[in-house]
């Protein structure tokens, strides 16, 4: 019996770089940024370099939402005139409504046919979780198998995040005015750890960057012990020279059988802000 063609579907908040999706064959449903009254669709409208610039400049403090159940429905029922099923995950109901829009548009397409997953994750997070699935897809495997493959990823892996202002989450109502305005007099970096499908604070740190950087490493031992065998993933508020250097300290804290590293995108840089410097850990 032949094996089913699977298509793999994800947002645009997993910030796989468009080189993998193309190689592996991953199909993603652009997020909104709206500058203004400007609607930019993430990813295909906006680049992540492009936003990174124009947020400085802009007398408006861009907004984001999640793509509509039509986006996805046109989307799955394009993919299915070409592939016999379709798997789509997605950046953690916690966080955004991209998920049940998702599931809303399954219900209109085909309950058999597409399958939806909640990662709890996002950015790179849920990116390693999607090249996971894309992988075991072309390896050959069936839908419950490619589905495994991509929840043994979300299930294993810790996310941290720190921000270089909390400016921006202020900005979006996840801090108040006076907290933003007593972390940067102190010079405070919070870490931020992604815990059951949210945004949980980890840590606050004093001081310089790589004393920042450090204790993500330092953090994430907590969870995957250090000297193990991980696949891991690095994200940038577009400071490529952060992540190299965390990059630096991950490999002398592990043993890194494969790394991917990428510029956050605009839906997550919204909220991050530039600067910020994320790091995702799964143990072999």
Do not use: W
Request: aromatic share 4%; with cysteine; net charge neutral.
């Amino acid at each position: 019996m032949p094996v089913k063609k699977v298509a793999i579907v994800t947002d645009s908040t997993a910030d796989i770089p468009a080189l993998v999706q193309k190689q592996l064959d991953i199909h993603v449903v652009p997020l909104n940024v709206v500058f203004g009254e400007t609607n930019y669709l993430d990813g295909v409208d906006i680049t992540s370099q492009s936003f990174f610039e124009m947020l400085p400049k802009s007398q408006f403090h861009p907004r984001t939402s999640q793509p509509s159940p039509g986006d996805f429905t046109a989307v799955y029922e394009r993919l299915l005139k070409d592939y016999d099923e379709v798997l789509s995950l997605h950046i953690s109901a916690g966080v955004s409504g991209t998920y049940q829009s998702a599931v809303m548009a399954r219900d209109i397409v085909s309950t058999t046919s597409v399958a939806v997953l909640d990662t709890r994750s996002a950015s790179l997070g849920l990116g390693l979780a999607v090249v996971a699935a894309a992988e075991a897809r072309n390896a050959g495997q069936d839908l419950p198998e490619i589905l495994a493959a991509a929840k043994r990823i979300c299930e294993r892996q810790t996310l941290l995040i720190s921000v270089d202002t909390l400016e921006y989450l202020r900005r979006n109502g996840r801090i108040g005015k006076a907290s933003a305005l007593l972390g940067t007099l102190l010079n405070v970096h919070p870490v931020l750890r992604f815990a059951d499908g949210a945004v949980a604070p980890h840590a606050k740190i004093r001081g310089k960057m790589s004393k920042v950087l450090q204790s993500m490493v330092d953090a994430a031992g907590e969870f995957v012990p250090h000297g193990r065998a991980v696949q891991a993933a690095i994200m940038h508020g577009n400071c490529p020279e952060r992540a190299e250097e965390l990059k630096a300290l991950l490999e002398k804290a592990y043993r890194v059988d494969s790394l991917l590293v990428n510029v956050i995108g605009p839906v997550i840089g919204v909220h991050a802000g530039p600067g910020a410097v994320g790091l995702v850990v799964v143990p072999k």
